[in-house]
């Protein structure tokens, strides 16, 4: 029996400036290489989202080297000029239609959403199954997280026409193909109600997080 995981590419948006977690500095950084619990917080990332699709890649800009450490392919951006998340769906497409033959969609998450949910995958594609060509988006407390979704691949030549026409905003473009959200329920860590798409955009909310592991008992050296 096939895996239907295989017909899902996992991307891991790692393509911003990050400039909220480095304020000093000029040309901002990998926010997603910063310390959580003893490793990167692009591994716990990895180590919740790979086991749910059939491969996976980081969308990057610069030196593809500093991702080494992780052996996953490093795709940038294909349209110059950091013109926003889009850019990093779409070098997801490009790269899943000449690498996984047969891959139908890409499930994309930011790289400094440490908690995202173990079944992100599954009910993300139950949803857009139920309304094919639709964009599932992660949805909780009542706000959608427009750069955590199951976007398919087909769409990639309409993707890269709108972001040449100056589209940047992520659900002007999902909207004209059907926004599907999908909501998921806040977990308990630490005894406390947490997001699962917390975000570590800055150095405070960074150290939230290591408190939170560090208090689970969640901890690598």
């Keep these: 029996m096939t895996d239907p995981r295989n017909a899902i590419t996992g991307v891991l948006?790692?393509?911003g400036q990050s400039r909220r977690m480095f304020p000093d500095a000029e040309s901002g950084g990998d926010k997603c290489l910063r310390d959580l619990a003893g490793r990167p917080m692009l591994a716990h990332i990895i180590e919740r989202l790979r086991p749910q699709v059939g491969r996976l890649v980081i969308n990057a800009n610069g030196n593809p080297a500093r991702f080494s450490a992780f052996g996953l392919p490093v795709t940038p951006d294909t349209i110059d000029g950091f013109v926003g998340?889009?850019?990093?769906v779409l070098a997801g497409m490009r790269w899943s239609l000449v690498n996984a033959g047969?891959?139908?969609h890409i499930a994309t998450v930011s790289t400094d959403a440490p908690?995202?949910?173990?079944d992100l995958v599954v009910r993300l594609s139950a949803a857009a199954a139920a309304r094919p060509g639709s964009i599932a988006i992660a949805r909780s407390a009542g706000e959608l997280h427009p750069v955590i979704g199951l976007w398919p691949v087909a769409l990639a030549g309409d993707l890269e026409q709108a972001l040449r026409d100056g589209v940047r905003k992520v659900l002007a473009w999902t909207d004209r193909h059907g926004t599907e959200p999908v909501d998921f329920a806040f977990v308990t860590m630490a005894g406390r109600e947490i997001d699962p798409f917390f975000n570590a955009n800055r150095?405070?909310?960074?150290?939230?997080a290591r408190r939170l592991l560090l208090v689970s008992g969640i901890t690598h050296g």
């Design 115 to 118: 908690f995202i949910p173990s």
């Design 13 to 15: 948006l790692a393509g």
């Design 203 to 208: 150095p405070d909310e960074l150290e939230d």
């Design 85 to 88: 998340p889009l850019a990093g």
């Design 102 to 104: 047969g891959a139908s």
